[in-house]
């Protein structure tokens, strides 16, 4: 059996210490949270997407890290952003299935 639930859970823990330790931290110190939003985030969905496509290929749970992935960011966004952030949280969710594409395409060529 592939290791879904071990990479799904990683992968949360990650986007999730993403999500929520680095805000906090990174406006205290007086960083703009543009570079959070456009580019941290998505880079972290996109790394955890080809991770979890790699070691899991797609089939119909795949769908489940997207939707975490979003789900996750909504308190993050009340907490540290404001409503005009939700616009990114479809950009999150688009940017995981494209990870998990990714990672799929290398995993086929194992």
């Known amino acids: 059996m592939k290791p879904l639930i071990p990479a799904l859970g990683a992968a949360l823990i990650l986007t999730g210490l993403v999500y929520y330790l680095l805000p906090p931290m990174f406006l205290q110190a007086g960083g703009p949270a543009w570079f959070l939003l456009l580019a941290v985030n ?24 997207p939707i975490f992935a979003g789900a996750g960011f909504i308190p993050a966004m009340y907490l540290f952003y404001n409503d005009s952030a939700l616009v990114y949280l479809a950009f999150y969710v688009i940017t995981s299935v494209m990870g998990i594409g990714i990672g799929w395409i290398l995993y086929l060529k194992k």
């Open 42 to 65: 998505p880079l972290t969905c996109l790394f955890c997407g080809i991770v979890f496509g790699l070691l899991c290929g797609i089939k119909k749970s795949a769908i489940l890290l």
